[in-house]
């Protein structure tokens, strides 16, 4: 890939080296700009190498739009402007979308109009912050982003279909993940495939932009079996797992079942340990193979 300024952006915020960082959403980054020419002038950095939103996948997509409308009230809220002017740009070595979210006020250009009038002077020295006013600006933005994501509260669980193009794309994901994580052994393992049959399946989202799954399907009368379980990496740690698990659990009861069980391997501690966690006991083990059961 040629070199991309946004990406470089990007790269440095992952390696804690971006001083104008203020949070990761979803879909993107929230960063202060460099030159506050106009006071508390804010970037949205979409996380996918894209040019084009119709390039984006559409529940990528609607997600990326959704937060940069949160990321636009909180530049409103934390820099209290007289309008907010949007502009999704790209161009030269940075064609990766991004949105310039700028707080007008009356008199802030000497003849009106869009900020690039300014010319040089919208990127002059001069409007370079100080190391103290830069984290007052992140702090302010930072505090009114936080306020509206709690608000949103957009984690939920829905049973989806299981040809829907979320879930076999979750599927894929959970596989390139378990053969990568097998190494020399990924011969034992076998991608999905239609005769699984698989009877149900729940996706977990945030907001429009699916994150986890978590498959069913019976085994014998009173028997049921937990598949393809798998979050994002970026979501591992938030109890997500736990509350698929707990939709799993309870739709098996309502079906009669009074056992579930799972396949997985020893070595796949984190997931071990979370389905002990959740009251599975190993019942039997072959090398490094295992199966887990819970009385329901």
Known sequence: MEYCEVCERIDWIKKGKNPYFVKELNTGYV????HQRIKGYSLFL???HA??????E????DEFLHEMAIVAEAVYNAFKPDKLNYELLGAGNGVHMHWH????RKGDTETGGPVWKLGSELVADEFLPTPEELEDLKNRLRIELDKLL?????????PVEITDESVLK???EHDDHMIDFLGDDKSCYTRYHEN????????ASSGNLPIGCIAYRKKADGVGEIKRLYIKEEYRGKGISKELLKTVESYAKEQGCHTLFLDTRITLEPAVSLYRSFGFNIVFQQGLYIQMEKEV
Not at 31 to 34: A, P
Request: aromatic share 12%; proline share 5%; charged share 35%.
């Open 46 to 48: 979409c996380k996918e």
């Open 101 to 104: 979210i700028f707080p007008r």
């Open 170 to 172: 979750l599927f894929s």
């Open 196 to 203: 699984e049959n698989i009877e149900k399946v729940w996706v």
């Open 31 to 34: 960063v202060i700009g460099d």
């Open 58 to 61: 559409p529940n990528f997509r």
């Open 51 to 56: 040019t084009e939103l119709h390039f984006l």
């Open 150 to 158: 709690k608000k949103e509260n957009k984690q939920k669980i829905n």
